[in-house]
């Protein structure tokens, strides 16, 4: 042969070679089809999304095809597109479509799915977060440095200022707290005002004249409920007086002196002390006398008078003065001297006492001050004006002296004076001062549920302004603040409606259909706010849960501080033991239910092989393994193990073992897919999936999780997204219920650590061959069966599950894996796949999970999506495949969408069954 001809043969064969090799990749090439311009991220700041719009460019080398692109992943409702995100691209053309914002602008992460008749690509997307102000401002730590270095140098340049000392000629009432001042837009101070706001100087222009011409001995008695201003009339009054030359006041709160003998003593040493005559010698004498004629040493002890002293000085003026006169003649002259000494010392001639809260103390000690202002302050230069809730008054001298109430009090109280009514005038201005711009929405369901009175008014207001602005911070959506406002006075107001709405957050916007008629069943309170609510812009809500869940916790004031109308203690608060007892029977019926759904969801333990548990590095078989560290005082567990190990198993039967012995902690079993993730606060994820799952009451639901009743047993950690993985794990590991997670994490820190290894292999081998022997098929005809592959709970339920595979053993040994793996491919290519697609999609499937660190994977996955369609699996066809791969027997679906293989063992198998 020509030596031309031996040359060109190798030459052909080394062409024909590389052509079978480069083969697949030109008809992937050739079917190339519509794809992303951009392959890099996305990025969209947040702060610009509600008004910019992006084009996405498509490119398109391929023939003519329409194209759909979709948003997919936790921005789905951040972002649309216009005209549907459809386009359609000529051949070797382009084109755009437009990326708008969403229904609920947000941060978050996702992509862009490009899906077309030639395949599918992906665009990662990312919605970001506005920088931290520090990070814009770079500058503001250093003026603040500057601003509070000289803050530091004025204050201390000021305190260092020479002073000039005044002596006050009389003083006020002791602190109560600060005066009210500007609130600068949040809570208002609950404290008297001694600026009138409700329009009464009148009333306490008039009652200063009383006390300053009225001819004593005078008793005014200023009446009226709790929060109706009386203290802050009082010191009105008392400022008005202040400049009266002629008197000199002092301001007495006898429910701080209940527990002294007599209400006498306390007295005098207010008045001694308010005006600054505790170093006068005759008035300290005559102190010490009286102290010792009422048979008491409490002024002398506060004195630092020993008591031979004080007993030597009565002596002496005794001697001089008093030896023959009664006890009594001699209590009147020593109270008169002291009286008369205090105002010739201040240059006054009348003394006004101001005796506020009287009705805060005892029965017995309020008559006792009653009867000491009649006996021994009946004088020509005294007046007292008390500040009393006349209902505790009236009681008071009821049960002492079973007289008539009214006689008694005229002979005591020459003057009554009744706190005047809060008009609806003055109720509205008065509102409207308090209401910041914040909240100023609510007014008109604040006017119909609130009661008229000043201090009711100011608390709710307060309570009011604190969960607005807790609502705006949690980003309620959609969020009215007329809304919050109608559920915390229902909350506080109609305790019945408020259950009723707790258990079935849906009931106010059906209310709303009867509000015109007289719906039955409902408080006055509640058909009002109703009315009320449908003459707001947002209407009367069809679920009020989010608002429920807000107010569960804020301060509750007593219903009759608030209500319009009700009468004080109509509503008694619930105790704590009732509380207790309430969610005791609610935990009961808890655990029942708990037992119910991991009975469907597992067998029987007596049917259930033992599991191998590592525990504290030393392998133990048997759920008591277990058991020790579910029995600790608080117990945070982490069961991990690889895939089909059963560790969803193993957590329901923990489950279960905890509902038979009633344990401290009710236990809860729970995927990690019923957790609400869509709300920022932990504890509300888990609240709201036991609304979802266990039917409880959001009430209920909270109570349960916040003391701590519950051991969440929390099965598949790793479907939850990794950004909220390591905040759910710190709020588990701080919670005070039990925590027991599954997952193949690496174990956190705070919890113990027990690893599931699978089943025993002795057990599980005894079980398939029990299997095969009911089937008249000897174990022998199947090789290769080794402890790894038997110590899989997983794959023992697939085998025993569905035995069709026994009957299509061949008659001779085979070996397990390769012919099961085969098989399986068998039965997909019979659900109307090739079998050479099927081949190669399962080999692409195993590439590319044993590549990566997570064997789950899903039908989304863009590797996946491109493997499967380079084996020739079309997009459509996606969701088919992995569906027919589980009936086979090949995969398991661990979650919607989440797919793993049986076994790792088989996983390899199918990795290697393509060069």
């Not at 329409?66 to 649309?80: H, Q, T, W």
């Not at 000494?341 to 000690?365: S, Y």
């Not at 047993?713 to 790793?718: A, M, S």
């Amino acid at each position: 042969m020509p030596s031309g001809r031996r040359t060109l043969l190798p030459f052909c064969l080394v062409v024909a070679a590389l052509l079978a090799l480069l083969w697949p990749s030109l008809r992937a090439h050739a079917a190339a089809g519509p794809e992303f311009l951009e392959q890099d991220q996305l990025s969209i700041p947040l702060e610009r999304l509600a008004t910019g719009t992006w084009q996405i460019t498509v490119i398109n080398p391929g023939p003519a095809a329409d194209v759909e692109i979709r948003v997919a992943g936790s921005v789905s409702d951040a972002l649309a597109l216009k005209d549907g995100g459809h386009v359609r691209v000529g051949p070797g053309g382009t084109g755009t479509v437009t990326l708008v914002a969403g229904k609920r602008p947000h941060a978050g992460t996702g992509q862009l799915v490009l899906i077309s008749s030639a395949g599918v690509d992906r665009l990662r997307v990312a919605v970001t977060p506005p920088a931290p102000f520090l990070q814009r401002y770079p500058f503001v730590p250093i003026v603040a440095g500057v601003l509070v270095l000289a803050a530091i140098a004025g204050t201390v340049f000021w305190r260092r200022r020479p002073r000039r000392r005044q002596e006050p000629v009389s003083a006020g009432p002791p602190p109560r707290g600060p005066v009210q001042q500007d609130s600068k837009g949040f809570t208002h101070s609950d404290e008297p005002a001694q600026v009138d706001g409700l329009r009464r100087e009148e009333y306490a222009r008039h009652l200063a004249e009383l006390a300053r011409y009225a001819s004593p001995p005078m008793v005014i008695g200023v009446f009226g409920e709790w929060g109706t201003g009386k203290t802050s009339m009082l010191m009105q009054v008392r400022d008005r007086l202040s400049k009266a030359p002629e008197c000199a006041h002092v301001w007495f709160a006898p429910w701080r002196h209940q527990y002294d003998d007599n209400p006498v003593l306390p007295l005098l040493h207010v008045i001694v002390k308010d005006l600054r005559l505790e170093r006068r010698h005759n008035v300290q004498r005559t102190l010490r006398t009286i102290s010792d004629v009422l048979g008491s040493l409490v002024l002398s002890t506060s004195l630092k008078v020993n008591l031979s002293d004080v007993r030597q000085s009565i002596q002496d003026y005794d001697s001089e003065h008093f030896r023959i006169r009664s006890e009594r003649t001699r209590l009147h002259e020593y109270l008169g001297e002291l009286i008369n000494e205090a105002l010739a010392a201040c240059r006054k001639e009348r003394l006004v006492v101001f005796v506020d809260d009287l009705d805060r103390c005892d029965a017995d000690r309020i008559t006792s001050l009653l009867e000491a202002l009649k006996l021994h302050f009946n004088r020509d230069n005294c007046v007292f004006v008390l500040g009393v809730a006349k209902g505790p008054l009236i009681e008071a001298v009821r049960e002492k002296y079973k007289d008539p109430v009214g006689d008694y009090l005229d002979k005591i109280i020459q003057f009554p004076f009744e706190m005047p009514r809060l008009s609806e005038e003055d109720f509205a201005r008065y509102l409207k001062g308090l209401l910041t711009d914040e909240i100023r929405a609510a007014g008109g369901m604040l006017k119909c549920g609130l009661r008229r009175n000043a201090r009711a008014i100011k608390r709710f207001v307060n309570v009011l302004i604190v969960q607005d602005r807790v609502a705006k911070a949690r980003q309620l959506d959609p969020y009215d603040v007329s809304v919050l406002a109608a559920v915390l006075l229902l909350r506080d107001g109609a305790p019945d409606d408020y259950a009723r709405l707790v258990e079935d957050p849906t009931l106010l916007g059906r209310l709303a259909q009867e509000a015109d008629g007289e719906p039955d069943g409902w408080s006055e309170l509640a058909v009002n706010i109703v009315r009320e609510l449908r003459g707001t812009p947002g209407g009367v809500p069809n679920d009020i849960l989010a608002y429920i869940d807000l107010v569960r916790v804020s301060p509750a004031p007593p219903s009759s501080d608030l209500v319009a109308g009700a009468p004080p203690n109509q509503q008694e608060p619930v105790s704590e033991l009732s509380r207790q007892l309430e969610l005791r029977a609610v935990l009961e019926d808890l655990a029942v239910d708990v037992r119910a759904r991991v009975d469907r969801l597992v067998e029987d333990d007596s049917r259930l092989l033992e599991p191998v548990v590592r525990v504290q590095g030393e392998e133990r078989t048997g759920m008591e393994s277990l058991h020790g560290l579910l029995s600790r005082e608080t117990t945070k567990v982490f069961l991990s193990g690889a895939p089909g190990v059963g560790k969803s198993v193993v957590a329901a039967r923990l489950a279960r073992w905890l509902a038979e012995r009633r344990a401290p902690q009710t236990p809860v079993f729970l995927p990690f897919g019923a957790l609400k993730t869509e709300f920022r606060e932990y504890e509300r994820w888990v609240t709201h999936a036991l609304v979802a799952e266990y039917r409880l009451s959001a009430a209920n639901a909270n109570a349960v999780v916040v003391r701590g009743s519950l051991v969440l047993i929390l099965d598949g950690l790793d479907t939850l997204e990794q950004d909220k993985r390591a905040g759910f794990l710190k709020w588990a590991r701080n919670s005070r219920c039990g925590v027991v997670i599954t997952g193949r994490d690496p174990a956190p820190s705070g919890f113990d650590v027990a690893e599931v290894l699978g089943v025993s292999a002795v057990e599980a081998r005894r079980r398939l061959e029990a299997v095969l022997a009911a089937h008249k098929v000897e174990p022998d005809r199947l090789l290769g069966l080794t402890s790894e592959l038997m110590s899989s709970a997983l794959l023992l339920r697939v085998l025993t599950d569905d035995l069709a595979w026994v009957d299509a053993l061949p008659k001779d040994p085979v070996d397990f894996l390769p012919w099961y793996a085969t098989r399986g491919e068998q039965a997909m290519a019979a659900a109307g796949f090739a079998p050479d697609a099927v081949t190669r999609g399962l080999h692409g499937i195993a590439r590319a999970t044993g590549n990566s660190r997570n064997p789950t994977f899903s039908g989304d996955d863009a590797d996946i999506r491109t493997r499967l369609r380079h084996a020739g699996i079309r997009a459509v066809d996606v969701p088919a495949f992995l569906r027919a791969a589980v009936e086979a027997g090949l995969l398991r679906e661990a979650t919607p969408q989440a797919y793993h293989f049986v076994h790792p063992l088989l996983r390899k198998q199918l990795a290697g069954a393509v060069g």
